[in-house]
């Protein structure tokens, strides 16, 4: 049984249809790519996922229940973490505590344990730090930990997002340009981070990414959008050979009149 | 020679103070500031109170718009509310005065939360004109509730009794205020170290990803409004013990305003900050009366004039302060302090 099945998505902003009549399936512990041109509904595809987005048709299964109308958090609840493409760490907070806010949901101390602190809060709180610490180390950020987000360099800031969403102890992961603006290096390395939540970890993954290099090697399925439209889906190699995927991207091979 | 600052535990990372000299110099300096009421003449113990008010009051203040980025001029507001329902419970209701301050606190929070519901819809500049509205409203129920408020004439409070010990004169009123300010401050500290604390710095920072993470944007919004303006009740409450008579006019809206500068001078999102904010902007009045008096001689026209200043020089440290150091006077000590840390050998 597919862990997340999104059927039918239809999404319109005003008259504009950002997506119509979008279906896959996502199965427990793949790597799932969704690619396509700018423009093509990925984002919006994915904050449906997430739940920043409503869509107006369709239903998004997760673990077979139907999470198309809960909010945000709720999902985050049931195991759902992501990324964001513009990265939306918490800027003013050090890397540690952005990851803090990462076990929130996992923490239990209230307004009047935290104010005392001493006792039960402070109890919870190594505990929950001494988990952060080893994605922070999984992750290989020891030594800015306690570095401002806001000052960060960019590879950096994209890797703090990823341990954030870890942080939650995930058990799907949505990652939007996980690779977008790094430099070759960095996309090796994040590469390897993502093989690694994947493998070591356990975690599905539905990633949004441009690179197609990244896309072929890594993933086991790839769902490809345009125009808010699904024009193909299946393993990279199904994807790569298909012709509405080679129209999208290269344009028509036959162009009359040329 | 000392050469770096390392921790052995998480206990000691997430501790307030980093080193064991930082908890030495704290005790003295409070041993030092408790034994102030032997020796320090009324007037002067009468501006350190106002002081440890400020600091309860500018707190509350930054743990609104400094943590949690919510802009409020309602501040004045809230301490009214504080001052005239704890004014009320002790002298229609003979409450004494170690219930009434915490009710104060309680009705204000309350209050506060009702105020705060807007926010989760409009912010920035228009959350402060809700505020502001905020603000004015209460000033009129104020004036008009006569038969709980006293309307323009006000309230005259009682003198808080601890049994036959009465709380009279300015060092026993000293003792009152800044163990609450202690208290005040510990909690705060305590809060931003934990769960709800940094829930708050992160809706802040980034509302969306904090929705994202499971931080339940409705109930942390009014929580943030209701501990603020609990502290600021509380604040208020003691501004009634220390005035003794209340009236509308004790809370306008440049009270707010004060405020406000205080945690922009201080630092924004910064506990210390509001400290220091809270300090330099009660005391500046005093210095500025000092210069005038003792210059009075050579320049005798420079009295009225100086005094008139007060609200120039004020706007312009405001200014100087976002122009030069946005973080504030904490940042500045930060920084400072850093620097002398590991002297002279730094790296």
């Known amino acids: 049984m597919a862990q997340l099945s999104c059927s039918d998505i239809q999404l319109n902003f005003g008259g504009v249809r950002a997506l119509s009549g979008v279906s896959f399936e996502v199965q427990q512990g793949e790597i799932f790519a969704i690619i396509g041109p700018n423009g093509a509904g990925k984002s919006s595809m994915l904050n449906c996922i997430s739940g920043l987005y409503h869509p107006q048709q369709g239903k998004v299964l997760y673990e077979d229940q139907d999470v198309t109308r809960l909010p945000p958090y709720e999902r985050t609840k049931r195991g759902m973490a992501r990324s964001f493409q513009n990265i939306a760490l918490f800027k003013g907070m050090s890397v540690i505590d952005n990851l803090m806010i990462g076990r929130h949901l996992h923490q239990h101390s209230g307004l009047i344990t935290g104010g005392l602190y001493y006792g039960p809060a402070q109890a919870e709180e190594i505990r929950h730090r001494e988990y952060c610490e080893e994605i922070i180390e999984f992750l290989e950020i020891q030594s800015i930990r306690k570095s401002i987000v806001g000052t960060l360099a960019y590879g950096f800031q994209k890797r703090v997002e990823l341990a954030r969403a870890l942080a939650l102890e995930p058990k799907l992961l949505l990652l939007d340009e996980p690779m977008a603006g790094m430099n070759l290096e960095e996309t090796e390395d994040m590469v390897r981070f993502i093989l690694d939540t994947n493998e070591a970890r356990g975690i599905t993954i539905i990633m949004i990414e441009h690179d197609m290099g990244v896309v072929m090697d890594i993933s086991n399925s790839v769902c490809v959008l345009d125009f808010g439209k699904k024009i193909a889906g299946g393993t990279p190699e199904q994807v790569q050979q298909d012709p509405n995927v080679i129209k999208a991207y290269l344009g028509d091979e036959d162009l009359e009149g040329l | ?347």
């Open chain 2, 1 to 347: 020679m000392r050469c770096g600052d390392f921790k052995t535990s998480y206990a000691a990372d997430m501790s307030i103070f980093e080193t064991r000299t930082a908890r030495i110099m704290l005790a003295i300096f409070l041993c030092i500031l408790f034994t102030l009421p032997f020796y320090t003449p009324g007037y002067v113990l009468d501006i350190i109170n106002r002081i440890g008010i400020a600091i309860i009051g500018a707190i509350g203040l930054n743990i609104l718009t400094g943590f949690t980025g919510q802009i409020s001029l309602g501040n004045a507001a809230f301490m009214a509310i504080g001052a005239f329902s704890s004014g009320y419970l002790g002298t229609k209701l003979n409450l004494p005065f170690y219930l009434c301050i915490p009710l104060a606190g309680l009705i204000t929070a309350s209050f506060g939360m009702f105020v705060g519901i807007p926010s989760l819809r409009i912010k920035g500049l228009y959350l402060a004109m809700a505020t502001l509205a905020a603000h004015f409203i209460v000033e009129f129920i104020i004036v008009k509730w006569e038969s709980v408020t006293g309307g323009v004439a006000g309230l005259t409070i009682p003198t808080p009794k601890l049994g036959s010990f009465a709380i009279d004169s300015d060092a026993r009123l000293f003792v009152l205020i800044f163990v609450i300010a202690i208290l005040a401050v510990l909690f705060a500290k305590n809060l931003f170290r934990t769960k709800v604390g940094k829930a708050f710095v992160a809706i802040r920072d980034q509302a969306i990803s904090a929705e994202v993470m499971g931080v339940n944007i409705l109930k942390y919004k009014l929580l943030s409004f209701g501990i603020s303006s609990f502290y600021v009740g509380v604040a208020g409450a003691l501004i009634a013990y220390q005035a003794k008579i209340i009236s509308p006019e004790t809370f306008p809206v440049t009270v707010a305003i004060d405020y406000l500068g205080m945690i922009i001078i201080g630092g924004l999102g910064s506990i210390l900050g509001s400290i220091y904010g809270a300090v330099f902007i009660t005391l500046l009045p005093e210095l500025l009366r000092m210069i005038t008096t003792s210059l009075s001689g050579s320049f005798p026209e420079l009295v009225n004039k100086l005094a008139a200043m007060k609200e120039l020089i004020f706007g312009m440290l405001v200014i100087v302060f976002l122009i030069f150091e946005p973080n504030g006077m904490a940042a500045r000590w930060h920084n400072i302090k850093n620097y002398w840390k590991l002297y002279p050998f730094s790296h």
